[in-house]
């Protein structure tokens, strides 16, 4: 496949998060269900707003924290009067406008880890909801906690957070898959060279409850769910991966 990269095309630069989504979304192709996890709303954000809309208070705006090409931004805009997509890489951020643009919709740029540009949108935007689905197990353990900090910036008073997150046992079944050569999984390969599948520790079931709390934060709900990815196994069924969520407003 041309398209697809190689092993030996992974991306020859410094290991800055910034700078590989960058890459990632640049070389990516250009066409509907390219990514991984970019699943049709029905599977995603649509079967999560059952789980928050209870939680998330409608007169606040609504912020798709890492919203990629903005697939479940613009269906969210569809439930909310004011959202903002927000992603760390431009690349991806200029897809979303051009696919997912529409009335009640914006992208903006912000690193989460970012105290600045975190302080910066609190003051434009004030509290908000947050909706995060597959960020923080991507991150180095040690900085989980300064990640959920800020979002607990970004929540306020009034705000609430939803969080998916891939657990221990999805990177398990993740490197079962790239090991076994009769697969053929060209976007989790994909995955795989530019980030590095099961190098660095899932954020799991406790652990992402415990993460919240310790950011200052009450879980008010949480469970398991299925990730619902692009990619297709040999047998014809979609790869689906096991998932812990939460749900969590300021203590």
């Known amino acids: 496949m041309a398209e697809e990269l190689t092993r030996r095309e992974k ?3 410094a290991n800055k998060d910034g700078q590989l989504w960058e890459a990632y979304w640049t070389d990516l192709p250009d066409r509907t269900g390219a990514a ?7 599977d995603g954000a649509a079967a999560h707003a059952e789980l928050f809309k209870a939680h998330f208070d409608p007169a606040l705006p609504l ?5 990629g090409n903005g697939t479940q931004t613009k269906y969210l805009a569809g439930l909310y009067d004011r959202v903002v997509g927000v992603d ?4 991806a951020l200029n897809r979303a406008r051009v696919e997912n643009g529409g009335d009640g919709v914006s992208y903006e740029l912000l690193d989460v880890l970012d105290d600045a540009a975190v302080a910066a949108f609190r003051a434009r935007y ?4 947050i909706y995060l689905s597959g960020v ?5 353990v040690d900085r989980r906690v300064a990640c959920v900090r800020n979002l607990a910036v970004l929540a306020g ?5 939803f969080n998916q997150e891939l657990t221990p046992a999805s990177y398990t079944y993740m490197q079962q898959l790239i090991a076994d050569p009769a697969n053929d999984l060209p976007k989790l390969e994909r995955v795989s060279i530019y980030f590095g599948i099961g190098l660095q520790p899932a954020a799991g079931e406790a652990e992402l409850e415990t993460v919240y709390e310790v950011a200052g934060f009450t879980v008010v709900d949480g469970g398991e769910l299925l990730l619902r990815t ?8 979609g790869l689906n991966l096991p998932t812990h969520y939460v749900i969590a407003r300021r203590s």
């Open 88 to 91: 760390i890489a431009e690349a």
């Open 11 to 13: 991306p020859t630069m």
């Open 126 to 129: 004030g509290d908000v909801n």
């Open 36 to 42: 991984f996890w970019d699943c049709e709303p029905a």
């Open 63 to 67: 912020i798709d924290l890492g919203c």
């Open 136 to 140: 923080i197990h991507q991150l180095p």
């Open 157 to 161: 008073a009034r705000g609430c957070v």
């Open 230 to 237: 692009t990619e297709t196994l040999a047998d014809g069924s």
